[in-house]
């Protein structure tokens, strides 16, 4: 007896080319619409994990001192990166085009997947409640890694399903499922080089493509994930001169000493409480409610309508249980991961999202041929159960739409604080040599060196101020960043507290010449030498 999962049927789209043609120009419009949603929400850059990535490309092939290994060996996000910033110089356009290519992958494979396996009605609503539901949307266009695996995988995952469902596109000739599965396999390994623990979804793409093309040409797909294989190891070779550097950071990820205060957030916990991270997480945003019924939705989607549920049913499963596993349950003094942080849960959010929405149009569709209903004609049951797709997907981005304007440590929506500290150097350079300021902001003042697309405006000295250290001299200027105002960065306003004590005390030798509106940056000249902060 055949798997359910090996048993997708198509959802024939109608109208033969023109419903093709139609879903292509649906398709457009949805990555037209996604294109705006992203440049209207550009974050600011993020000395964090952000900041780790960019740099790590930046250094590329020599690590700089301190750089996590496990973060600088995922080569999928860096060399795009380090790509970016050949084309781009170190500049913002660099630091988001590749999360903003991501983000539009991300969305039409959601879309495809969603239309393959229900209706189109289903692949936009679902396309759309994935990027901009509030968990994935905060981190949707910074240079992480879990975002760019998410769509790496659904893209594979895209092509399984048309292979299984014998979609023309793949099953005119041997030779394009050959090719489809190549390309399967070039999508799976670059998704392992970006994000190692995607693979524990991968199972789900054999299950699919076997039955249709057989053992021996879907074993193709292992041709590329050798090269890719063989790509990590050169890589490891080149830049720390051992071939298994990236697994044994992997492997050992999590195993080091953790400062008290951070284990305390997830170490040592009950197990019940990493088994309940995915829900929690899910019910911390507004549209929490709408997130939880898709969850419940592609359970019992999952369990009713094998058929169609459940393949995004074993997705979310695959996922799942290897992280809870890994992140707590197995060994809660040391877990390998931190589950309460959303981005890893990433590559199980279109499985739910999809099956939620997804389960929601097939119930609607059988209410409907129910006796009470007997809603006879098909095209009218369509039409009612796209309809309801849309209302709950819309409801749910209305309640999360506040959420996307909303101040979280970084995301500032409507100011650029850093971008008028730029423009106040670009009015300035010839005066200011020297520009100091705490160990966070460091990190992204090189960003604003140039315009938005890399042209060099300031080439001054930036220097680091700390409380036992050198002091700023008379001529030099300051920086502060995230003291006062809206705090785009709650971190940088802790690293100057660090270095000038809290509450925050100006030496008296600092006069203010800048400030932005909400004073998020304030630029002080030094007009006398201070001694150290006491």
């Known amino acids: 007896m055949p798997l359910p999962l090996m048993a997708l049927p198509p959802v024939r789209v109608p109208g033969g080319t023109n419903g093709a043609r139609g879903t292509a120009l649906l398709g457009g419009a949805l990555v037209l619409v996604t294109a705006a949603f992203e440049l209207a929400h550009l974050p600011l850059p993020y000395p964090s994990d952000q900041i780790n990535y960019f740099d790590a490309a930046g250094d590329f092939p020599h690590p700089a001192a301190g750089t996590p290994v496990h973060q600088f060996t995922r080569f999928g996000l860096t060399l795009p990166l380090r790509g970016a910033i050949e084309l781009l110089g170190y500049s913002e356009a660099a630091y988001h085009v590749v999360p903003m290519l991501a983000g539009l992958l991300l969305v039409v494979s959601v879309y495809l997947l969603g239309t393959m396996l229900f209706a189109r009605s289903v692949g936009v609503a679902a396309a759309a409640l994935t990027v901009a539901n509030n968990l994935v949307f905060f981190d949707l266009l910074a240079p992480l890694p879990d975002v760019l695996a998410t769509a790496l995988f659904c893209a594979a995952l ?13 099953a005119v000739s041997a030779r394009r499922r050959v090719i489809a599965v190549l390309v399967i396999g070039a999508l799976l390994g670059w998704s392992y080089l970006t994000r190692e623990y995607v693979v524990f979804a991968w199972p789900l793409i054999p299950l699919l493509v076997v039955p249709r093309v057989g053992w021996r040409r879907a074993s193709l797909a292992v041709v590329p994930l050798v090269v890719t294989a063989a790509t990590e190891l050169g890589l490891c070779q080149l830049t720390y001169g051992d071939p ?13 000493p953790v400062p008290p205060e951070a284990a305390a957030t997830y170490q040592e916990m009950p197990r019940w409480w990493y088994l309940i991270r995915l829900p929690a997480g899910l019910a911390d945003v507004p549209e929490g409610l709408w997130l939880l019924a898709a ?10 309508a094998r058929r169609r549920v459940g393949v995004l049913l074993g997705w979310l499963a695959l996922i799942s249980v290897p992280l809870v596993l890994l992140g707590g349950v197995v060994d809660p003094s040391a877990p390998k991961l931190r ?4 981005r890893y849960w990433f590559p199980a959010f279109p499985a739910y999202i999809l099956g939620g929405l997804g389960a929601a149009w097939l119930l609607t569709g059988w209410v409907l041929t129910r006796p009470w209903a007997s809603v006879r004609q098909a095209d009218l049951r369509r039409g009612i159960a796209a309809a309801v797709v849309l209302c709950l997907a819309t409801g749910a981005l209305a309640t999360a739409a506040p959420g996307w304007t909303v101040d979280r440590g970084y995301r500032v929506t409507g100011s650029d604080p850093l971008g008028d500290l730029r423009d106040w150097l670009t009015a300035h350079r010839s005066d200011v040599r020297v520009l100091w300021t705490d160990g966070r ?4 003042l090189p960003i604003y060196r140039t315009t938005r697309f890399g ?8 220097r680091t101020l700390a409380p036992a250290g050198e002091q700023p001299g008379p001529g030099e200027y300051v920086v502060l960043y995230g003291t006062e105002g809206e705090i785009p960065c709650a971190h940088c306003g802790d690293a100057a507290r660090l270095a000038l004590g809290d509450p925050l005390r100006i030496p008296p ?3 203010q010449v800048y400030a932005t509106r909400d004073n998020a940056v304030r630029v002080y000249r030094v007009d006398a030498a201070q001694s150290p902060p006491g």
Do not use: D, K, P, Y
Request: no cysteine; hydrophobic share 55%.
């Open 441 to 444: 902001t460091v990190r992204v």
């Open 158 to 170: 895209v092509l399984a399903v048309a292979v299984h469902q014998e979609r023309r596109l793949v």
């Open 339 to 342: 589950l309460f942080l959303m």
């Open 244 to 256: 298994l550097a990236r697994l044994r950071a992997v492997t050992g990820h999590g195993s080091g």
């Open 455 to 462: 042209r060099t405006i300031w080439s001054g000295e930036l």
């Open 509 to 511: 030798g600092w006069r």
């Open 295 to 304: 969850l419940a939705g592609v359970v019992a989607g999952g369990i009713l």
